[in-house]
């Protein structure tokens, strides 16, 4: 009798358990670094749009820092076994990602949905890897030159240059003594000083330009193409009409809002920033040497090696963000371009883009953007090339600087 009772009591434990149980959605989590806050104010609502849509899943997303304090984070969660379901990061990490197999790889969900069609071609080198895709694009852009066309219309420029030998050309026109007291206070381009990524892609689409070629997710830069551009960039300052910025700062716009440079290498999302302090500005295509060359940036979203079920649902939001509703809605409030054609057509895009000419000048470039490799060891190339584009800068002869920083560089001969 008393087993019965004690059993009696478990069965109405166990079935007091399970009518409490209220079983609630999934919860995914999306790392991210996205950047300025106003834009993860953009991001989190459109989350909450998704979630509001979806019983079942849900979308956490956790801003995490800057690529800088991200890899760190990621590295330990995926040997920890602690990942995210989703990650927002830059392509670039592709290599390294796969090597430590964090990532799944989503080619037949990619060809199967019928979603390459519709994605801009450019942005397909930055999803390859090793025969596969590895991630969706979430935003993009590339580099332009931003100029002042006030400043040039008093230097008597009425025809925008083309090419490098007419970008210096206008650049002398530029560079002047407003003041007459001897001293330059006016230049006509900042070129980005410093060893990081941002001197790196900054110089990237005149390597391109030159003739630079990606091969077997790696850098042939021990070539002529890489010799005419460091030697361009070198040029223009010994001639004068190129100033350095700050160092690690070359993607500030100060100089060029207060009329100290006329001519500046950004993207897209400054346009935001720009149009907020009154200074009038326009932009143009980076001037080309062999070929019209530019560089994708942006950033994709990977969805990390979990459990079947989790990685699932996490392919419900890759494909939100791949939908005309958020690419349109991202774009119109942020600035960027989107990744989809579907997109570029929509309507409500259309009379954005009317309403905001310049970005058309981004969007023409992307026929002629390069990406960058996403090989593992792109990193130490960067960091490689960085050092000897650095020593360019401060003078070192572009055969010596390469020979010194790049032979040896993994992945960078």
């Keep these: 009798m008393k087993q019965l009772v004690i059993g009696l009591l478990l069965l109405f434990l166990l079935l007091g358990c399970q009518r409490t149980e209220t079983p ?17 104010v953009v991001f989190e609502q459109l989350v909450a749009d998704f979630n509001a849509r979806h019983t079942d899943i849900k979308i956490q997303p956790i801003y995490i820092g800057q690529a800088d304090q991200q890899f760190p ?40 949905g019928g979603y390459l069609d519709n994605l801009d071609p450019a942005l ?48 002398q026109k530029l560079t002047q003594d407003r003041d007459g007291d001897g001293r330059l206070d006016q230049y006509g381009l900042l070129l980005p000083l410093g060893k990081g990524e941002w001197t790196v892609f900054s110089w990237l689409p005149f390597w391109f330009s030159a003739g630079g070629e990606v091969v077997n997710q790696g850098m042939s830069l021990l070539t002529t193409a890489s010799l005419k551009a460091l ?15 700050a160092p690690e700062r070359g993607y500030e716009q100060e100089w060029f809002i207060q009329g100290r440079v006329a001519m500046q290498i950004t993207g897209p999302w400054t346009l935001g920033y720009l149009t907020q302090t009154g200074v009038p500005f326009a932009v143009m295509p980076i001037p080309q040497a062999e070929r019209p060359a530019t560089i994708v940036g942006g950033a994709n979203v990977f969805v990390m090696r979990t459990d079947p079920l989790r990685q699932r649902a996490a392919l419900q939001f890759l494909d939100y963000i791949l939908s005309d509703e958020f690419q349109v809605a991202w774009a119109v409030q942020t600035g960027a371009l989107p990744v989809t054609q579907s997109a570029r057509r929509d309507p409500t895009y259309q009379a954005f883009l009317t309403n905001h000419p310049l970005l058309q000048v981004f969007l023409d470039q992307m026929p002629f953007a390069y990406s960058r ?9 960067s960091n490689c090339l960085g050092r ?13 600087a390469l020979e010194r920083y790049v032979r040896f560089c993994p992945g960078g001969s």
């Design 373 to 381: 490799p996403n090989g593992p060891n792109y990193n130490r190339v």
């Design 388 to 400: 000897a584009i650095e020593a360019t800068l401060l003078g070192q002869a572009p055969e010596v």
């Design 73 to 112: 984070k990621i590295l330990t969660a995926i040997v920890g076994n602690s990942p995210p379901d989703l990650l927002w990061f830059d392509s670039l990490l592709t290599g390294r990602l796969v090597d430590l197999q964090g990532v799944i790889p989503l080619t037949d969900w990619l060809q199967d």
């Design 124 to 171: 397909i080198p930055g999803m390859e890897f090793e025969g596969e895709l590895w991630s969706v694009p979430f935003t993009m852009s590339n580099l332009g030159i931003f100029y002042r066309p006030d400043l040039f219309a008093e230097a008597g420029i009425k025809t925008l240059p083309r090419t490098w030998e007419e970008l210096a050309q206008v650049a």
């Design 231 to 245: 030697r361009f960039w070198q040029e223009l300052l010994r001639m004068g009409v190129a100033v350095l910025s």
């Design 24 to 40: 609630g959605p999934l919860v995914l989590t999306l790392w991210h670094g996205i950047n300025p806050p106003a834009n993860r």
